[in-house]
């Protein structure tokens, strides 16, 4: 008997090759035991009122699109008593989320990663009480990059566009002067450029964290805090951002950290991305693991 199987496709992510792709990959799904019905996301925040409003009448949910999409629909998810297991068909420009799961990048090759995977539980992050982040949350330097970079740069330069956006903020970085408070009981107060806390192997196709430093179903945020190296100091930004793109983070200026909560308190509103997208600003974040909040089949 065929799994009832809740697809929901994002027809705007990888600049619309979705919908062209997405008939083999279901194709693949329907011969390895799925009945897939379609569901399509006009506008943000859609993806996670589809879940909330049908996701339990269905076996397994799956979704199409890239790490926004994705991350709506795992919000829904962790929002039910008893949530289906999740199936990912990346779709988007950087897919951070599939590289860290091993999940292949082209919809049909996914299909058949999902039709043999089994449930597994992972960590997602609670944003302020009220949101979820999938696999990182962030602000300072270069976090803009990821909303601020126009559409047409991504599809036709993909990672590389970020690159260029975030050389092109380098005499605009600011600092911030932030409280941070673990969940262990230390407290570091200090000047920021950037700050993330993460549940991922990979951020922008570019960063990665060795194997060793992450995993991704431990209850733990890896919390990466870089310090402001002073006013104008453009060769010690350059050697910061060399250090994080090689995932050394062999600087003085560099803390990788490990916490399961996480609260940020700033002198001033600061602009936070989660998952890619806007985040709001905020005078105070909290950050919270949600342990096993959700399946992903692998």
């Known amino acids: 008997m065929n799994k009832r199987l809740m697809l929901i496709l994002n027809p705007a992510a990888g600049g619309g090759k979705g919908i062209g792709s997405i008939g083999s990959a279901m194709e693949v799904l329907y011969r390895g035991g799925y009945l897939p019905t379609v569901y399509y996301t006009t506008a943000p925040g859609e993806g996670t009122q589809l879940v909330l409003d049908h996701a339990q009448e269905y076996d397994v949910v799956a979704c199409s699109g890239g790490d926004g999409t994705l991350s709506e ?39 058949k990663h999902m039709v043999c995977g089994k449930p597994t539980p992972l960590d997602i992050g609670r944003f302020n009480e009220t949101d979820c982040f999938t696999y990182i949350a962030a602000f300072g330097a270069f976090t803009e990059v990821s909303y601020e970079t126009p559409r047409e740069q991504k599809q036709s330069l993909g990672h590389f566009a970020y690159v260029l956006q ?13 409280t941070v408070e ?18 991922t192997r990979t951020v922008g ?58 609260k940020f308190t ?10 890619g997208e806007a985040g709001g600003a905020h005078r105070t974040v909290t950050l919270e693991n949600q342990h096993s909040a959700y399946s992903i089949l692998l």
């Open 73 to 111: 629909i795992v919000s829904g998810l962790s929002q039910l008593r008893d949530p289906p297991p999740l199936g990912y068909l990346p779709q988007g420009t950087s897919n951070d989320v599939a590289s860290s799961l091993g999940i292949p990048n082209t919809p049909v090759a996914a299909a």
């Open 205 to 262: 196709g570019m960063v990665r964290l060795k194997d060793d430093l992450v995993d991704l179903n431990d209850g733990q945020f890896e919390v990466m805090l870089v310090r402001d190296p002073g006013p104008g100091n453009v060769i010690e930004l350059n050697k910061i951002t060399t250090a994080i793109l090689q995932g050394t983070f062999a600087s003085p200026y560099i803390r990788l950290l490990h916490s399961s909560r996480a």
């Open 166 to 178: 975030g050389l092109s903020k380098l005499p605009k970085i600011s600092s911030y002067h932030t």
């Open 182 to 199: 673990l969940d262990d009981g230390r407290t570091i107060i200090d000047d920021l450029v950037f700050g993330s806390v993460s549940n």
């Open 266 to 275: 700033f002198g001033e509103p600061v602009k936070w991305t989660r998952d």
